[in-house]
Nanobody, 117 residues
Framework: QVQLVESGGGLVQPGGSLRLSCAAS????????MGWYRQVPGKQRELVAT???????SYADAVKGRFTISRGNARNTVYLQMNNLKPEDTAVYYC???????????WGQGTQVTVSS
């Protein structure tokens, strides 16, 4: 089993910034993909950004140029720097972890991000 602990959500005004953090523990591997997804009530969970252990990254079109995903020195941590936040970024953000060559996704408990004046 893999456990994910997220932190860094909160309330911010439009145009502001937040940084989310996620740390994986338990039965982890250095060969993995980690990412961030978000969900609003009544809608499906959607991809925000992912990063592989090789360093490649991908982003949803809605966040390109504003959000940056990165790894910590320990390969089991991932960050999401969110700049120029918009009200439509309001959602619960979930950290995701998948070992290489696995089809099993592990999820964090979610952290609320609210962008409002």
């Amino acid at each position: 089993q893999v456990q994910l602990v997220e932190s860094g959500g909160g309330l911010v005004q439009p145009g502001g910034s937040l940084r989310l953090s996620c740390a994986a523990s338990g039965s982890i591997s250095n060969l993995n993909t980690m990412g961030w997804y978000r969900q609003v009530p009544g809608k499906q969970r959607e991809l925000v950004a992912t990063t592989s252990n090789g360093g490649s990254t991908s982003y949803a079109d809605a966040v390109k140029g504003r959000f940056t995903i990165s790894r910590g020195n320990a390969r089991n941590t991932v960050y999401l720097q969110m700049n120029n936040l918009k009200p439509e970024d309001t959602a619960v953000y979930y950290c995701q972890y998948r070992k290489q060559r696995s089809t099993t996704d592990y999820w964090g408990q979610g952290t609320q991000v609210t962008v409002s004046s």
